[in-house]
């Protein structure tokens, strides 16, 4: 399992490690409109899958940003945002800070991603700071678990891998 740390304290994550070349566990996490969003929504599309602990921090703001950014020069591949803010309080983000490029992902109610990712951080009912590229065939390519979750992950490498995916 990953070894990760919140503001330096060592946390346990719950679930499995995803590890490259794994097959992409399925998820069921509520979208902006309080539907349903599986990883077979976007089935046969490269995802790049961003957890991170709150959209409400400096990091996580500034990396959804980022990734936002970086989304509209990647073609065909869908960027999502996890986390366990509240669908409407993603919403509210989302509009204030002029996301269009990312869809962002609550996983409130049962940490379903979080669980099949081994990214919810049991202490804190957050989830830890983790990217994933999943491949049009559902297979794991890049994963990075960010040992400290207060950290920014490797920018560059993922967007290389999204890039690589096919």
Known sequence: MASVTFKGGPVTLLGNEVKVGDKAPNFTVLANDLSEVTLDHTKGQVRLIASVPSLDTGVCDAETRRFNEEASKLDNVKVLTVSVDLPFAQKRWCAAAGIE????????????????????????????????????????????????????????????????AK
Request: proline share 2%; net charge negative; hydrophobic share 40%.
């Open 101 to 164: 490029n990312v869809q962002t992902l609550s996983d409130h109610r049962d940490l379903s991603f979080g669980e099949a990712y081994g990214v919810a951080i049991k202490e804190l009912r957050l989830l830890a700071r983790a990217v994933f590229v999943v491949d049009s065939s559902d297979t794991v390519t890049y994963a990075e678990y960010v040992s400290e979750a207060t950290n920014h992950p490797n920018y560059e490498a993922a967007i290389e891998a999204a890039r690589n």
